[in-house]
């Protein structure tokens, strides 16, 4: 239930983004503290603790904590909403937005389900697009072919603001941990730290045009800033799921418009927490009066048109000879409409060449160990088509449910349960699953096979995906069984999941859909260093279209439903029963430590250290 405490908190007319925007020189902090420092902290509250579903006035007054706008929430929403917000009886900070911003609508009118370099190849786009400002945080850094695109990108922007006679604010923040953290969680980085090797962003002489300002975040020693969106012009935010490096995870993101921009704004001045140098243009220009001023002429928000189906998009791209948007050769579209026909142009047969070959061409893009197709071909209208669009009518409603993460109670919903994380092995979550099968709940979720076996086999951190599926399968009768529908990731061009320490199809999308309609997307894993030590921007709406088109892109885009299928144990396995190449096995406590910390060093080794 929603306390008296929450609903005034809810109800409250001030916010952070809103005192800044009469004093622009304050820094985040110092208002969060104003605002919300003399509320008492509880480090041991436990969200998990069961709850009955809302009464009918229950819902009401979680209705009115929240700024819908034309859209109406479902109850099942509410009760979600409701659930998110009992998390602020602990500390109002702890959703990583103000209070008051938390509920609010907007719409969908791009999602990316695709390689991680698509997904920046249209965060380039959003920049070099930008009029006035740019917001980006992410979380691991390195250099790659995603860097190199949004170096390129800023360098772009620079131009195009030189040729305006304007300037154009930067604020960049990612997720690095120093003996400096330990005194500032929140590091400046000067211009040689953030142009060096490691970093590789641009030089001050190559962006004169632009107000670049650089932080590195880390709270020593777990406290990981692991959340990654960015905000243009106060008009369009991206919530990704990818950080920027080369791998070969195939990664989700939702771009949003609307009032919803204004609580992720809010959420970017809160986690930077510094004072912000200069002060940012759209300070006193919210989202929900048009954000900054500019002379684009693309259509935003209301004025998009009308989503379009996938299989348009793939004869559209397949119609045209489009050059890739790549790093030194860049391609820019002025509009989101170019931007998906160029990409679905290289997604599609090249002369000689089959739909099969064409998906496996570009999942190998950046692959460090790129491999031949295995899987079967592809036919016409099942084309791999990575941008979706999924603007819907209306508006509809939306709440960042960030770190602490929601933690689905799972009994409010009363038909399915869908997931797909890279791990699912959090302590809370486990159980509530197991709950929802035993009230004969349809529970389906796909995983990554492999994926950071080393650290999660270390004993307190969950266990790997195998030993969590074997774990949930044995509390499950053989009736609840049924319900239970355990996949492991299988690329697109794939017939079968691929060990991620091989590092040729890995997945890292983080989804959840209840009953088809409510559906929560973002940075947040299903593992215990999400759930208890990150810091995660999750989005989470209310939309049966928009849950309909995600679903229909994680299953065109992937062979996971067709081929990695798990046994009744819960492991995947070959035709011959053997589980796939790579398996750890469910070793004792000494030796999953033994390999975890064997696991690690080497993964720090590859990674250039020691």
């Given at each position: 239930?929603?306390?008296?405490h929450?609903?005034?908190?809810?109800?409250?007319?001030?916010?952070v983004?809103?005192?800044?925007a009469?004093?622009?020189?304050?820094?985040p902090?110092?208002?969060?503290k104003?605002?919300?420092?003399?509320?008492?902290?509880?480090f041991?509250?436990?969200?998990?603790?069961?709850r009955?579903?809302l009464?009918?006035?229950e819902?009401?007054?979680?209705?009115?904590?929240?700024?819908?706008?034309?859209?109406?929430?479902?109850?099942?929403?509410?009760?979600?909403?409701?659930?998110?917000?009992?998390?602020l009886?602990?500390?109002?900070?702890?959703?990583?937005?103000?209070?008051?911003?938390?509920g609010s609508?907007?719409?969908?009118?791009?999602t990316?389900?695709?390689?991680?370099?698509?997904?920046?190849?249209?965060?380039?786009?959003?920049?070099?697009r930008?009029?006035?400002e740019v917001?980006f945080i992410?979380?691991?850094w390195?250099?790659?072919?995603?860097?190199?695109?949004?170096?390129?990108?800023?360098?772009?922007l620079s131009?195009r603001?030189?040729?305006?006679?304007q300037?154009?604010?930067?604020?960049?923040m990612?997720?690095?941990a120093?003996?400096?953290?330990?005194?500032d969680?929140h590091?400046?980085?000067k211009?040689?730290?953030?142009?060096?090797k490691?970093?590789?962003?641009?030089?001050?002489?190559?962006?004169?045009?632009?107000?670049l300002?650089?932080?590195?975040f880390?709270k020593?020693?777990l406290?990981?800033?692991?959340?990654k969106?960015?905000?243009?012009?106060?008009?369009v935010?991206?919530?990704?799921?990818?950080?920027?490096?080369?791998?070969?995870?195939?990664?989700?993101?939702?771009?949003?418009?609307?009032?919803?921009?204004?609580?992720?704004y809010?959420?970017?001045?809160?986690?930077?927490?510094n004072r912000?140098?200069?002060?940012?243009?759209?300070?006193?220009?919210?989202?929900?009066?048009?954000?900054?001023?500019?002379?684009?002429?693309?259509?935003?928000?209301?004025?998009?048109?009308?989503a379009?189906?996938?299989?348009?998009?793939?004869?559209?791209g397949?119609?045209?000879?489009?050059?890739?948007?790549?790093?030194?050769?860049?391609?820019?579209?002025?509009?989101?409409?170019?931007?998906?026909?160029?990409?679905?142009?290289?997604?599609s047969?090249?002369?000689?060449?089959?739909?099969?070959?064409?998906?496996?061409?570009?999942l190998?893009?950046?692959?460090?160990?790129?491999?031949?197709?295995?899987?079967p071909?592809?036919?016409?209208?099942?084309?791999?088509?990575?941008?979706?669009?999924?603007?819907?009518?209306?508006?509809?409603?939306?709440?960042?449910v960030?770190r602490?993460?929601?933690?689905p109670?799972?009994?409010a919903?009363?038909?399915s349960?869908?997931?797909?994380t890279?791990?699912?092995?959090?302590?809370?979550?486990?159980?509530?699953?197991?709950?929802?099968?035993?009230?004969?709940?349809?529970?389906t979720?796909?995983?990554?096979?492999?994926?950071?076996?080393?650290?999660?086999?270390?004993?307190g951190?969950?266990?790997t995906?195998?030993?969590?599926?074997?774990?949930?399968?044995k509390?499950?009768?053989?009736?609840?069984?049924?319900?239970?529908?355990?996949?492991?990731?299988?690329?697109?061009d794939?017939?079968?999941?691929?060990?991620?320490?091989?590092?040729?199809?890995?997945?890292?999308?983080?989804?959840?859909?209840?009953d088809?309609?409510?559906?929560?997307?973002g940075s947040?894993?299903?593992?215990?260093?999400?759930?208890?030590?990150?810091?995660?921007?999750?989005?989470?709406?209310?939309?049966?279209?928009?849950?309909?088109?995600?679903?229909?892109?994680?299953?065109g885009?992937?062979?996971?439903?067709r081929f990695?299928?798990?046994?009744?144990?819960?492991?995947?396995?070959?035709?011959?029963?053997?589980?796939?190449?790579?398996?750890?096995?469910?070793?004792?406590?000494?030796?999953?430590?033994?390999?975890?910390?064997s696991?690690m060093m080497?993964?720090?080794?590859d990674?250039?250290?020691?």
């Amino acid at each position: 239930m929603v306390s008296e405490h929450l609903f005034k908190l809810c109800q409250a007319t001030e916010t952070v983004s809103s005192v800044l925007a009469k004093n622009p020189t304050d820094s985040p902090g110092d208002v969060v503290k104003r605002l919300y420092g003399h509320h008492k902290r509880d480090f041991h509250y436990t969200p998990e603790k069961d709850r009955p579903a809302l009464s009918a006035l229950e819902l009401e007054k979680a209705f009115r904590c929240g700024r819908w706008g034309p859209s109406q929430p479902s109850p099942l929403f509410l009760q979600a909403f409701a659930d998110s917000l009992n998390c602020l009886d602990a500390d109002p900070m702890s959703g990583v937005v103000s209070p008051p911003l938390m509920g609010s609508h907007g719409t969908v009118p791009l999602t990316v389900i695709a390689p991680l370099a698509d997904i920046i190849r249209h965060c380039s786009n959003l920049i070099v697009r930008a009029e006035r400002e740019v917001f980006f945080i992410t979380c691991s850094w390195s250099p790659s072919v995603a860097q190199r695109l949004i170096k390129d990108a800023l360098i772009e922007l620079s131009r195009r603001a030189g040729e305006r006679g304007q300037r154009v604010v930067v604020k960049m923040m990612y997720d690095k941990a120093s003996a400096a953290n330990a005194i500032d969680a929140h590091q400046v980085e000067k211009p040689a730290t953030y142009t060096g090797k490691t970093i590789q962003l641009p030089k001050p002489e190559e962006i004169p045009n632009l107000d670049l300002e650089v932080i590195s975040f880390h709270k020593l020693v777990l406290g990981t800033l692991h959340a990654k969106f960015c905000v243009v012009d106060r008009k369009v935010a991206a919530v990704m799921s990818n950080n920027m490096e080369d791998n070969d995870n195939m990664e989700m993101m939702t771009h949003v418009e609307g009032p919803i921009v204004d609580s992720i704004y809010d959420t970017a001045l809160i986690t930077w927490n510094n004072r912000l140098n200069p002060p940012l243009p759209s300070h006193d220009a919210p989202a929900t009066e048009g954000g900054l001023p500019t002379s684009s002429q693309e259509p935003l928000y209301m004025d998009r048109g009308p989503a379009r189906e996938q299989h348009e998009i793939a004869a559209d791209g397949q119609a045209v000879r489009l050059p890739e948007h790549m790093p030194d050769d860049p391609h820019y579209d002025s509009n989101l409409e170019g931007e998906i026909t160029r990409m679905q142009s290289c997604y599609s047969m090249k002369p000689h060449e089959s739909r099969l070959q064409a998906a496996n061409r570009q999942l190998n893009l950046v692959c460090k160990n790129p491999i031949p197709p295995s899987g079967p071909d592809i036919p016409e209208g099942q084309e791999m088509t990575p941008y979706i669009t999924s603007m819907t009518p209306a508006p509809v409603p939306m709440a960042l449910v960030s770190r602490p993460p929601y933690r689905p109670r799972q009994h409010a919903q009363r038909r399915s349960v869908f997931i797909q994380t890279p791990d699912l092995n959090a302590a809370p979550l486990i159980p509530a699953l197991t709950a929802a099968l035993k009230r004969g709940i349809d529970v389906t979720y796909y995983v990554c096979f492999g994926y950071n076996d080393a650290g999660e086999i270390i004993p307190g951190q969950g266990g790997t995906n195998d030993q969590a599926a074997q774990g949930l399968v044995k509390d499950l009768s053989p009736t609840e069984c049924q319900l239970l529908h355990i996949y492991y990731y299988v690329g697109k061009d794939q017939d079968h999941p691929i060990h991620q320490s091989f590092k040729q199809r890995s997945c890292h999308i983080k989804l959840l859909i209840v009953d088809d309609h409510v559906g929560i997307q973002g940075s947040g894993n299903q593992d215990t260093q999400s759930w208890y030590h990150s810091q995660e921007l999750n989005i989470m709406l209310d939309s049966e279209e928009v849950c309909r088109k995600w679903r229909e892109g994680i299953e065109g885009n992937q062979n996971t439903r067709r081929f990695g299928g798990a046994a009744e144990d819960g492991i995947w396995r070959d035709k011959n029963g053997n589980p796939g190449e790579g398996y750890m096995g469910d070793p004792g406590k000494v030796e999953g430590l033994l390999k975890g910390i064997s696991g690690m060093m080497k993964k720090v080794k590859d990674k250039g250290g020691f």
